[in-house]
């Protein structure tokens, strides 16, 4: 069984412009979440799908960050503009309904230049 | 809102030496917990959790931690630890259908 995929694994942007990330969850669990890690400070939340809908984005910091996850199968999340305090590496996981334990996939290392 | 404090952030320690990694976070009331590890270019793996029952937890790995409801501790331990576990370690509390990371652990097996 393929694990959650995410791509790309790196992105190196300017301040200003856009990047787009995308996670494939694990196939038949309709839960996905995204998480973002700041360097040396801790995983924090940044919002939860139940299938295409959005459950809870009280994580994501401000209106640049847009997630979506159209069919209820891959999500992505868009920054648009992104700034510096954007750089961090961010996380996707995916669980099934009514289960605890998170798969999480290898994530995505931004850095805003 | 919870919070999950990983004291230390690099723990060094010898081959087959034994190792505890601390975690504490600040409810009073029900959660789960879990402990996560990251090896490097990978994702986050799951170690072990504790959602009720028996208060020693066992993972994979040989790893296992204690629940301790009154200091709010949950602590990771093996007993001889092996090249193949330098990796970091996040210890999770899972509290209304969200999850809090600590800050990570860096371990470290010097050989």
């Known amino acids: 069984e393929a694990g959650v995929t995410q791509f790309p694994s790196h992105s190196v942007i300017e301040k200003g412009q856009t990047v787009t990330l995308r996670c494939d969850p694990i196939s038949g669990h309709d839960n996905l979440y995204w998480y973002r890690r700041v360097m040396g400070k801790e995983i924090k939340f940044l919002l939860h799908?139940?299938?295409?809908?959005?459950?809870?984005e009280s994580g994501m910091p401000n209106n640049r960050f847009l997630a979506e996850r159209t069919g209820g199968t891959y999500s992505t999340l868009k920054v648009q503009p992104a700034e510096l305090e954007d750089s961090g590496v961010y996380f996707c996981?995916?669980?099934?309904?009514?289960?605890?334990?998170?798969?999480f996939g290898p994530g995505t290392r931004l850095t805003v230049t | 809102a919870q919070s999950v404090t990983q004291l230390d952030s690099q723990v060094p320690v010898f081959e087959e030496a034994p190792v505890e990694l601390r975690c504490n976070y600040s409810?009073?009331?029900?959660?789960?917990l879990f402990w996560y590890v990251q090896y490097p270019n990978q994702g986050l793996q799951l170690l072990l959790k504790?959602?009720?029952?028996?208060?020693l937890v066992k993972g994979i790995n040989g790893f296992e931690a204690e629940f301790n409801k009154s200091q709010t501790s949950f602590h990771l331990r093996k007993p001889s630890v092996h090249i193949s576990d330098t990796a970091e370690y996040f210890c999770a509390v899972s509290w209304s259908n969200q999850f809090y990371f600590g800050t990570g652990t860096s371990l470290t097996v010097i050989p």
């Open positions: 504790y959602l009720s029952g028996s208060t």
């Open positions: 799908f139940v299938k295409e809908s959005k459950q809870d």
């Open positions: 996981a995916s669980s099934q309904l009514q289960t605890l334990e998170q798969y």
């Open positions: 409810s009073s009331v029900s959660v789960y």
